[in-house]
């Protein structure tokens, strides 16, 4: 795989995505360790957007508090990120902006 995004916060948006793409092709059923389509949907303003992107929601929020991080972490060399427009910069920071802690499979 190659490798787009180096570091955790990125690792949880990579599998938002992943998983949105595997729910457009029927491959997905309700989530994606444990984050579920929506929560996923409720990222993609916060780490898609232009030079100011939306704060996270807090729905998106809650759900990467209640997803399995370090399962999420195993997506991020995926090229789905790029594919499906999300920045790399951004995803990095979401973690963070949700105030979540960094596991520590992900680095």
């Known amino acids: 795989m190659a490798k787009y995004l180096p570091t955790a916060p990125a690792l949880a948006v990579a599998a938002v995505l992943i998983l949105l793409s595997a729910v457009d092709y029927g491959v997905a059923e309700d989530s994606l360790c444990k984050m579920t389509e929506k929560g996923m949907v409720a990222c993609l303003p916060s780490v898609t957007g232009g030079a100011s992107p939306a704060p996270p929601s807090d729905r998106c929020c809650s759900a990467l508090s209640r997803a399995d991080l370090p ?29 979540l802690g960094l596991p520590g499979e992900c680095n």
């Open 71 to 99: 399962c999420l972490c195993r997506y991020k060399d995926s090229p789905v990120l790029s594919q499906v427009g999300v920045k790399p910069e951004l995803a990095k920071q979401l973690l963070a902006r949700c105030k």
